[in-house]
């Protein structure tokens, strides 16, 4: 069974947001060089494909999609 990751992460410098999906989550983490410029925030894991580009497309396009997940992660983003 294949998951679907939508991952979270914070630039180290800015402090920006970036909302990414992928099929390979430690791939696509190294890819970011996430040890130098970014601090993982965390991921959700899905079962359809569907589901997960979706949930990506809300996070990026809808800023109450951005609100309801950061304030559910709040520590996290500090």
Not at 11 to 36: A, Q, S, V
Request: glycine residues 6%; charged residues 35%; contains cysteine.
């Amino acid at each position: 069974m294949n998951i679907y990751w939508i991952y979270i992460l914070k630039n180290k410098n800015t402090g920006e947001p970036y909302y990414g999906y992928t099929n390979n989550l430690d791939r696509r983490l190294k890819e970011h060089d996430i040890d130098n410029k970014w601090k993982f925030i965390g991921c959700e894991g899905y079962v359809s494909e569907l589901d997960a580009r979706e949930r990506e497309r809300k996070l990026k396009h809808y800023g109450q999609a951005r609100t309801h997940l950061k304030n559910r992660l709040r520590k996290s983003f500090q």
